[in-house]
């Protein structure tokens, strides 16, 4: 049996990239990309090839190995796994650039900012805080190659070949063997008389300048360039002279040498370097210090390097928000944070959190929620707007701030093309009548109108027919002015969607109401809608065969690209009142729609006075009055109410008769006439329970006619004898029926509803009832009268008889 020796390397669970090594840094390792191969996050790894009579470099690689593997410290290269054979040894830490190639990439991009380089600086020198005065360790090989920075822009210290203890229990400090390394030996090293002694951290304290001075001012060159500080800046350079002195017992502890940066008009006391050391300890804070935090951060993120928001600040974020009650104040500076994510990050990252506060109760988290909404809307998905936002949004409808309330109708902008069928035509629409109808805001019923106006485009054809104008003529009897306004806008933005009919019938008879308003800003609006449809039905008449081009976008689908015309026309709305909505509600506390008339102003010299304007309509949907006890208040006239039947059917059937009507013939020129008498009906036996039609132009529920007088000599089925045979001479009794039939068909009857004659088939089933009560009483008096006989006959029956019959 053969046996076959594994290659380690092969199943070692990392491997390395085909691209070229990132950097040679001075020192035995040399620095490769690599990614994990379970899944494929990134990895850096540190490869060292062992050679023939390299015994020494790689006594002091091994040591290497073993240091970073047993050193745990946030400012310390973080250790992830390791490979050690006798051809070479693989290091494999987090994904890290060189420090000298990520300070010249950013000089490449624009250069760097004085908050980076303070950060990286502590950084390194709180790691060697911990090196000396923690762990008694000696780094010895604090230079440029020494350093590395993650993704976050986070400095790591490497570099711990040459590291030895401080308590000299280890022998001295090894060998170096690389000139580009030993440059960066304190001065003292060189002198055998070793009357320069100094403390166990003075030489690292002394790279410590080194390091600071090619931050700075590039590759130091030699170790005489350190007297010119350069570019280093003014509030550093007494804290670097110190570094760099040539009296070894001068320098500063590493924790004291923090402690003089951090002093105020130090060049460690920023923003940056708090904001940073906050997040470090965000575990151990008090909420209230948690809570002023975030609120301050949205304002410093503007300075903060890109990828030290993207890959620090928001994964705190994340975690303050699902672990730590941090609430509504996460919000503003998560959604910054996120403009700066690529799709997918985004997608994967923020939007499982946005998902789950839309869940939560807190009024503050979902009024900013709605706020922010267009900073992450692009991002969502039509089921997940669906399912697991839409449900939670439509409770804002519904809530006693006004506010939330507000910002609800406003989200529905955004919402609306990721709406479903079902939410869109009729849940929100539900929502929508109930508040242009009961809200006691004026500017919310005035914003629900200019949302209507703009995502009209988005309703199905058969919704749009039956909704836009009669919620846009509601609009126009409201006692607030602005939202009076926005009916008018409404109907002139939505203009391409409705029938010619319609705008003859329906819409222009509403407008000219308006002419008379006590707003001349509503007097404007309402002239200039007029000759915008007049200009349209004359260019028809005028050139007929313009009608199915003015007419195509009616019976369409559903489409982004026909609300062009609403955005710039309702756009004033938005922007102007919408934005004062708070001021309004403050000034017109209690304009609510039960208001029986507008407040009278002075009109233009010449003008009529204008008639009340008609208090808006408080008909509730089923719903509604489910909750509310179901209203009975009737309304006054067909133009002042909205139907409780449903138009879209009724309106359709009229449309195919009309289309048989001969203009020449007077038929509609009845249906004026017809419409003034409108039946009222109580909003309790409403069956629709969504938008409501207002008051019909065209033919409107009618009175019942008188019924159709038969032909003479036809008799009524009541009338006849079923029970018994008729005479031969009188002949089939059908046959008046079929007379009666064809008698009727000759008379022309008006193509209308309401000239049914139901009257007649209601009076043949009470008389055909009345007939039967009196066959069962006949029969009834007639099976007494027999008991009766039958007893009268044979007496009273004797105890113990048998009855025999």
Known sequence: MWFFARDPVRDFPFELSPEPPEGSPPGPWTLHRGRKKATGSPVSIFVYDVKPGAEEQTQVAKAAFKRLKTLRHPNILAYIDGLETDKCLHMVTEAVTPLAMYLKAQVEAGGLKELELSWGLHQIVKALSFLVNDCSLIHNNVCLAAVFVDRAGEWKLGGLDYMYSAQGDGGGPPRKGYPELEQYDPPELADSSGRAVGEKWSADMWRLGCLIWEVFNGPLVRAAALRNPGKIPKSLVPHYCELVGANPKVRPNPARFLQNCRAPGGFLNNRFVETNLFLEEIQIKEPAEKQKFFQELSKSLDSFPEGFCRHKVLPQLLTAFEFGNAGAVVLTPLFKVGKLLSAEEYQQQVIPVVVKMFSSTDRAMRIRLLQQMEQFIQYLDEPTVNT????????????????????????????????????????????????????????????????????????????????????????????????????????????????????????????????????????????????SFLSKLESVSEDPTQLAEVEKDVHAASSPGMGGAAASWAGWAVTGVSSLTSKLIRTHPTAAPAETSTPQRSLPEGLPAPAPVPAAPTTTSHWEAQEEGRDTAEDSSPGDRWDDEDWGSLEEAESVLAQQDDWSSGGPAGRPAQAGTSDHKSSSDSTWTNWEAEGSWEQGWQEPGPPESPPEGTRLASEYNWGNPEPSDKGDPFASLTTRRETGAQQPRPDSWGEDSWEGLDTDRQAKAELARKKREERRREMEAKRAERKASKGPMKLGARKLD
């Open 388 to 531: 697991q936002i839409f449900p939670h949004v439509v409770h804002g409808f519904l809530d006693t701030n006004p506010a939330i309330r507000e910002q609800t109708v406003k989200s529905m902008l955004l919402l609306a093309p990721k709406l479903n069928e079902s939410n869109l035509n009729v849940e929100l629409m539900k929502h929508f009548a109930r508040l242009q109808a009961k809200d006691e805001q004026g500017p919310i019923r005035c914003n629900t109108t200019v949302c209507l106006g703009k995502i009209g485009s988005y309703l199905s054809a058969s919704t749009r027919h039956r909704v836009l104008t009669s919620a846009f003529s509601r609009a126009t009897k409201d006692p607030f002015a602005p939202s009076r306004v926005a009916g008018v806008l409404g109907l002139a933005a939505t203009h391409n969607l409705y029938s010619m009919s319609d705008c003859a019938h329906k819409i222009l008879p509403v407008l000219c109401g308006l002419t008379v308003d006590p707003e001349k800003s509503v007097r404007d609006q309402a002239f200039k809608a007029i000759r």
